[in-house]
């Protein structure tokens, strides 16, 4: 198997297998939304593993960028306009998974894989709304 199918099926596996370990290990689900939600209203005893999670999920990436460079594009300068509508996308996100009572990692990941009903709506209506915004930028605005 080349490359091309190859990372992308071990990071899904690392997912899992980690989402899998947090679970058994401290009866925690590996959702973001809820794991920075934890950070920024902290409840003592509590920060640490959150902490060390949003940590290990930052240096995946840098030891990533580090191994394969070339594979991330830099950002382009951002001018008003588009931070505003960064910032403005960065709050729909948020206020979606208040709404939703999780994020696609807390429901895609696992919820699904415990079997959620609700996981499942979630998940099904986070990929709808991210295929229906791409057709609507791409072809008709």
Do not use: N, Y
């Not at 058994?24 to 920024?40: C, M, P």
């Not at 070339?70 to 931070?83: H, I, K, M, Y």
């Not at 960064?86 to 696609?104: H, I, K, N, P, Q």
């Not at 415990?114 to 791409?134: C, E, H, K, N, Q």
């Amino acid at each position: 198997m080349d490359s091309s199918f190859a990372l992308p099926l071990l990071g899904g596996a690392l997912i899992g297998l980690s989402a899998s370990l947090l679970l058994l290990a401290h009866g925690r689900v590996a959702g973001i939304s809820g794991v920075v939600a934890s950070l920024l209203a902290p409840v003592k005893g509590d920060i640490s593993w959150r902490a060390q999670f949003l940590g290990g999920l930052l240096a995946g990436g840098l030891l990533l960028a580090r191994s394969r460079p070339g594979t991330f594009a830099l950002p382009e300068p951002l001018d008003g306009g588009r931070v505003l509508l960064l910032a403005l996308a960065g709050l729909l996100v948020g206020l979606g998974s208040r709404l939703g009572s999780g994020c696609t990692s807390g429901h895609g990941v696992c919820g699904l894989s415990r079997g959620s009903p609700r996981s499942l709506v979630a998940t099904l209506t986070f990929m709808a709304t991210g295929i229906l915004t791409v057709f609507l930028s791409r072809h008709v605005f």
